[in-house]
């Protein structure tokens, strides 16, 4: 069966240091993975998605960078953190026709 | 543009009482749509979608929803709401399986 890991579970970070996020799939391969931001314990915004080693979508302009060096590794990064990057962070993967999975999400804040 | 709604922040039942979390879409083409639970600090766990045919799905923890094209509507329904259904629940839209669209959650509580 597919796992979707992602870590570290919570996050604090003064602001100005550098981030990186990792989220691995396991038990499937070219999944399509995602990295959502969700601000206030609301509504989730899409940052960047992949569909392929290498390749990456913005979805919006921010402090934020993502990479996919691996098939099933997607990894979110920061040179600078900013208090406004406060949140919690989802990482999911999915594949055409099925639904997105979600890790369990990891909790960074920036102080 | 796609888009999801979720017009109510809160919805509060009674326990044993049906429930109903509305969620509208607004996608051009044919939308495949889901609902998700997320519990605190945790991930979104998923509960149902709709891809095409029975316009009812059924999905975990006995909820259910309707696909409503005319109204664009995919509103998440429990017959029996239970005190352990207290939860944020999403609706989510998409187009071409590439990307998913998330509402902006709706506040389940269930009072015993």
């Known amino acids: 069966s597919q796992t979707i890991h992602q870590w570290p579970a919570t996050l604090v970070q003064p602001v100005g240091s550098p981030l990186s996020l990792e989220c691995t799939v396991e038990?499937?391969?070219?999944?399509?993975l995602y990295w959502y931001r969700q601000a206030a314990g609301r509504g989730l915004q899409l940052l960047f998605y992949?569909?392929?080693?290498?390749?990456i979508s913005s979805e919006v302009p921010q402090n934020l960078s993502a990479s996919r060096p691996q098939d099933r590794q997607f990894i979110l990064s920061s040179k600078k953190l900013l208090l406004s990057d406060s949140g919690f962070y989802l990482c999911?993967?999915?594949?055409?026709?099925?639904?997105?999975?979600f890790g369990q999400g990891t909790r960074l804040t920036v102080v | 543009a796609q888009s999801v709604a979720q017009p109510e922040d809160q919805v509060n039942v009674a326990e044993g009482n049906p429930l109903t979390v509305k969620c509208t879409y607004s996608?051009?083409?044919?939308?495949?749509l889901f609902w998700y639970v997320q519990y605190p600090n945790r991930g979104l766990q998923f509960l149902l979608k709709?891809?095409?045919?029975?316009?009812l799905v059924k999905g975990s923890y006995g909820f259910e929803a309707e696909f409503n094209k005319s109204q664009t509507s995919f509103h998440l329904k429990k017959p029996s709401a239970l005190v352990s259904d207290s939860a944020l629940y999403f609706c989510?839209?998409?187009?071409?399986?590439?990307?998913?669209?998330f509402g902006s959650g709706t506040k389940l509580n269930v009072k015993p």
């Open positions: 999911a993967w999915a594949k055409m026709n099925t639904e997105a999975f």
């Open positions: 989510a839209v998409s187009y071409n399986f590439n990307k998913f669209y």
């Open positions: 038990g499937t391969s070219n999944p399509n």
């Open positions: 709709y891809i095409t045919g029975d316009n």
């Open positions: 996608v051009s083409g044919n939308p495949y």
């Open positions: 992949s569909v392929g080693i290498g390749q």
